[in-house]
């Protein structure tokens, strides 16, 4: 019996332990991987790559807990600019749960900054010819 209940104490541990992994691995191709890319070259610091990854008039809204606080942004330059500010602030941003429809990728963020989440949110990006023309909540 002894021997039994640790069995279920490991099982179940190892199913909570699961639950919280690691999200999966980051698109290698399509328009999902244009918006991981887009997250990869920020949270290597590499603002003005990032903001290559949007079109010139590119619409942005930001999510409500995101250090624009829900506002929209419009054309490339106004986006640098708020990712700018997100680099500066040493915020991190890991994306996950991808999925595609067409060139629309709906996905989760978390961001941290200083190690503690400061957002997590659903959101909505359209990729048309290797660029975002729009990203918003969902």
Excluded: H
């Excluded at 610091?45 to 619409?59: P, T």
Aim: charged fraction near 15%; include cysteine; proline fraction near 4%.
């Amino acid at each position: 019996m002894k021997t039994s209940c640790f069995a279920w104490a490991a099982l179940l541990l190892g199913l909570i332990v699961s639950a919280c992994s690691t999200p999966s691995p980051a698109p290698t191709s399509g328009p999902a991987a244009v918006v991981q890319a887009r997250y990869d070259a920020l949270n290597a610091g590499k603002v003005d790559a990032a903001a290559a990854l949007f079109a010139d008039d590119a619409v942005f809204v930001s999510s409500p807990n995101s250090l624009a606080r829900g506002a929209t942004l419009k054309g490339r330059g106004e986006i640098r600019a708020n990712m700018q500010r997100e680099a500066d602030s040493g915020a991190r941003v890991e994306a996950y749960n991808y999925q595609v429809n067409g060139d629309t990728v709906t996905y989760w963020v978390r961001a941290f900054v200083g190690g503690r989440m400061v957002n997590n949110a659903s959101l909505k990006a359209v990729v048309r010819d290797g660029k975002i023309v729009s990203q918003s909540p969902l």
